[in-house]
């Protein structure tokens, strides 16, 4: 097996992984968690795709574009972290 | 003489708003007159970007002139660009109904603030997507688009909705995610992401995987039955203005990628096609179902939604062999007949809710309070989704049936002709309840609800209603640079 094709099925894997645990967890924290696992899967792909046989130096478009990834993945993940802790504080109102 | 520099329309309509929503977030007592006059700048731009192509056909700008493939392209043909006049259009009447909606000092001053820089970096994403001519650029404008509209969905601040938005966020990053996979698998395959470059590849399975995931995410983003579920609470949940915003524009920017991942990634295959028709069929009858129960005057129209986007799937299947070639035309009709209606009733549904002081469908008839002109709004936007004549929403049924009559599908005709009679029995609950007087208890009172705030809703269904007279116009702007096959 290829170096490429392990760390493609590594992050076909952890995508999967990701998927299922969105779509089966309850509690908000794991679910967005499960979501930062697809990501990771997702940007492996994209890491995978930079991967050249060694004489040849790595391309660099996917590098740049798993930074542009994680980016756009950390803004998404505050938003919904903040979401969360208003519906927490919401719920605890509601309650009282 | 000093001749001018050639202003860049296709840049200037993507960073206006952008411009406008950090300067509404920066000068928040000044928003609401920021936030009407950037709408204003880029409805402008757009005009001058729709005269430009009219003109002179597909405009291409090669950002910091580096060109496809490394570089990134901005390219409006009359596809992007009638997408673009429909955004900056509804949005402009929106805007003007939100300034009044807003204005009320009942509306929490969190509302006023945040509305309008959530709103311009919503419409900065949107014309970002009609002019992308690369995947991983049209998934950062997916991702700015899904942060805006969640935002939007939350402005209220109730728990409802907030509940609502989260259950948005989820589908919309999982969304995204699965859109970021499948251009992964392109760039694998291809080693370039372009669309130029995507359409001179040979078609192999990868590419195959690779156009199912995207579509798969965007189904979740454009809420197609059965992953629909997050998109009646959150739309229902969402102020008026806001909720017409999501509902009309948002999914059409899904909308429009699968259109343009059907005209370059792949002619698609029987089986996808046979499966997006399928799902139309599931959303139209599901979606319908639960707007004939649905108590609230929002819910309802926010179950159309997802009735509507089964038909406009349906369009996109119905020509099966033919490929995307032909049926495009009554999906792009029928994208824009629901973007202007759905907007002008989610508007109006808004009016009748802050006037009659509750939207339960049940009691509609027992208020002595009649809001007339949004309740005409409602009742003309109504008329376009139900698809009579002479209505934008008639024009793209009629094309849908034409086509499928012409290539012997008779099976979509009927799914067609079933989509209105439950459009008629759902839409009746509510025409009902505007139009029987014996039920409630006082004389109708003198005051009928007029308000300078109707104008933006009438004005909307107006056009939803009119703009089937232009039909045939607007179906040839949209062919320009043949966004569809013809002429290379």
């Known amino acids: ?96 | 003489m000093i001749e001018m520099p050639a202003i860049d329309w296709l840049t200037a309509v993507v960073f206006a708003p952008l411009a406008g929503a950090i300067l509404a977030f920066l000068l928040p007592r000044q928003a609401h007159w920021v936030g009407v006059g950037a709408v204003v700048l880029t409805a402008l731009m757009a005009s001058a970007l729709v005269l430009q192509v009219l003109t002179e056909g597909a405009v291409v700008t090669p950002l910091g002139n580096w060109g496809a493939p490394l570089g990134i392209d901005l390219r409006a043909d009359g596809l992007s660009a009638t997408l673009m006049a429909m955004t900056t259009g509804v949005g402009l009447l929106v805007s003007l109904g939100a300034l009044n909606s807003y204005a009320h000092h009942r509306a929490p001053e969190r509302m006023r603030r945040y509305f309008w820089p959530l709103w311009l970096l919503l419409l900065s994403g949107l014309n970002g997507v009609y002019l992308s001519t690369d995947l991983f650029n049209l998934y950062v404008m997916l991702e700015v688009i899904s942060l805006a509209a969640v935002g939007l969905t939350v402005l209220s601040g109730r728990i409802e909705a907030v509940r609502a938005g989260l259950e948005y966020m989820y589908a919309s990053i999982l969304g995204a995610l699965l859109f970021l996979l499948g251009v992964g698998f392109v760039y694998l395959e291809l080693g370039r992401l372009d669309f130029a470059g995507l359409l001179a590849a040979p078609p192999s399975p990868a590419l195959g995987a690779a156009l199912a995931l995207m579509v798969a995410g965007l189904a979740l983003k454009t809420a197609l039955f059965p992953l629909h579920v997050w998109l009646p609470q959150a739309h229902a949940n969402a102020t008026a203005p806001a909720s017409a915003l999501l509902s009309a524009l948002v999914v059409k920017a899904s909308l429009y990628i699968v259109l343009r991942l059907a005209q370059y990634l792949l002619p698609l295959s029987e089986v996808l096609v046979a499966l997006i028709g399928l799902l139309g069929v599931g959303a139209i009858l599901w979606g319908s179902i639960q707007a004939l129960r649905a108590e609230r005057l929002k819910l309802l129209v926010a179950w159309s939604t997802v009735a509507q986007i089964g038909l406009v799937f349906v369009a996109f299947a119905r020509a099966g062999a033919d490929g995307v070639a032909e049926s495009w035309k009554a999906a792009a009709l029928l994208m824009l007949a629901h973007a202007i209606a759905k907007a002008a009733m989610f508007l109006a549904a808004g009016r009748i809710k802050e006037e009659i002081g509750h939207d339960r469908i049940r009691e509609l008839d027992r208020s002595p309070v009649r809001p007339t002109l949004a309740q005409l709004s409602f009742a003309l936007a109504a008329i376009s989704l139900v698809g009579l004549p002479p209505s934008l929403g008639f024009a793209g049924k009629w094309i849908l049936m034409e086509g499928a009559m012409t290539s012997g599908y008779w099976h979509w005709i009927a799914v067609t002709m079933i989509a209105t009679m439950l459009s008629v029995a759902y839409f009746s609950r509510v025409l009902t309840g505007f139009l029987r007087f014996d039920r409630q208890r006082t004389t109708v009172g003198e005051h009928q609800g007029w308000a300078l705030a109707d104008a933006a809703p009438l004005t909307l269904a107006l056009c939803a209603l009119g703009l089937g007279l232009l039909a045939a116009p607007i179906l040839a702007f949209m062919n320009i640079g043949y966004p569809f096959g013809g002429a290379p």
């Open chain 1, 1 to 96: 097996m290829s170096t490429g094709l392990i760390f493609g099925l590594t992050g076909l894997g952890v995508f999967v992984v990701g998927l299922c645990g969105a779509l089966v967890l309850v509690d908000p924290l794991r679910r967005v968690l499960a979501l930062k696992l697809c990501s990771v899967g997702a940007g492996f792909m994209l890491v995978v795709a930079a991967w050249k046989a060694p004489p040849e130096a790595p391309d660099p478009v996917p590098h740049a574009l798993v930074i542009t990834g994680i980016v756009v993945m950390i803004s998404a993940t505050a938003v919904a972290l903040a979401l969360i802790r208003r519906l927490h504080t919401l719920e605890h109102e509601h309650h009282d």
